[in-house]
Nanobody, 120 residues
Framework: VRLEESGGGPVLPGGSRRLSCSVSGNVFSVRRMAWYRQAPGKERELVAS??????NYADAVKGGFTISRDNSKNTVYLQMSRLKPEDMAIYYCSAEIQYNKISSGYVDHWGQGTLVNVLS
């Protein structure tokens, strides 16, 4: 199983960026998908999650970020608007994956991360 993020890069304050994360490999079902971020010198934190159409956001990004997913592509997106310098971080995608219909459990998987560099 592989999670591959894309869409990171430099952006000016007030600008927008859209992150994508695609799941590939031995996947039967993907349950919860989420975006986390880790800024320099800080712990990794939850940015947003989505499961069965229900979304959850960190207070710091409410109103500016939108998470969505395309189940047919096993892909999750994070639309980020009105970016601030404090949004600069490595953004990681995570997914809860069921390998086949026989297995009862879901396993957490993580991507390698993509850097969003809000220039200041």
């Amino acid at each position: 199983v592989r999670l591959e993020e894309s869409g990171g890069g430099p952006v000016l304050p007030g600008g927008s960026r859209r992150l994508s994360c695609s799941v590939s490999g031995n996947v039967f079902s993907v349950r919860r998908m989420a975006w986390y971020r880790q800024a320099p010198g800080k712990e990794r934190e939850l940015v947003a999650s989505i499961r069965a159409g229900n979304t959850n956001y960190a207070d710091a990004v409410k109103g500016g970020f939108t998470i969505s997913r395309d189940n047919s592509k096993n892909t999750v997106y994070l639309q980020m608007s009105r970016l601030k310098p404090e949004d600069m971080a490595i953004y990681y995608c995570s997914a809860e994956i069921q390998y086949n219909k026989i297995s009862s459990g879901y396993v957490d998987h993580w991507g390698q991360g993509t850097l969003v560099n809000v220039l200041s």
